[in-house]
């Protein structure tokens, strides 16, 4: 199995921009024949995100994109980072979050368990 990793660096805030450059990555990625395409954490928003996680028209903007994002994989997933929004309690969102992504759709999300308590947490 081929692992292409792509280690980019996205930029906090501009999930527009990130979306594209994992766009084309992946894109990238497959064409050198590649079995799975993994992001690093966070990937669409940037990190760390801070306090733009509480503005509600970035959480939809993330949903967008990761919708954007997912609809462009083939038969080679992608497992990509992000903050899901969180609609089962008060909290805006999961600290963080996975998807994979595989034919134009999302087939699984993953959230992270062992989340950090200590120093800058």
Same mark, same amino acid.
């Given at each position: 199995?081929?692992?292409? &990793?792509?280690? *980019?660096?996205?930029?906090?805030?501009?999930?527009?921009?990130?979306?594209?450059?994992? &766009?084309?990555? %992946?894109?990238? *990625?497959?064409?050198?024949?590649?079995?799975? $395409?993994? %992001?690093?954490?966070? @990937? *669409?928003?940037? %990190?760390?995100?801070? =306090?733009? *996680?509480?503005?509600?028209? @970035?959480? =939809?903007?993330?949903?967008?994109?990761?919708? $954007?994002? /997912?609809?462009?994989?083939?038969? $080679?997933?992608?497992?990509?980072? @992000?903050?899901?929004?969180?609609?089962?309690?008060?909290?805006? @969102?999961?600290?963080?979050? /996975?998807?994979?992504?595989?034919?134009?759709? $999302?087939?699984?999300?993953?959230?992270?368990?062992?989340?950090?308590? %200590?120093?800058?947490?």
């Amino acid at each position: 199995m081929r692992i292409g &990793i792509a280690q *980019l660096n996205p930029t906090v805030g501009d999930v527009t921009g990130n979306l594209a450059l994992a &766009i084309d990555a %992946y894109e990238q *990625l497959i064409g050198q024949g590649v079995d799975l $395409v993994v %992001y690093p954490e966070l @990937f *669409l928003c940037g %990190y760390p995100p801070r =306090d733009l *996680l509480l503005k509600e028209k @970035f959480g =939809d903007d993330l949903k967008d994109a990761l919708e $954007v994002f /997912a609809a462009t994989t083939g038969p $080679v997933p992608a497992v990509i980072g @992000f903050p899901e929004k969180n609609t089962h309690s008060k909290k805006h @969102f999961f600290n963080n979050a /996975a998807a994979w992504c595989e034919e134009g759709m $999302v087939k699984k999300t993953f959230h992270k368990r062992l989340l950090p308590t %200590y120093d800058v947490f």
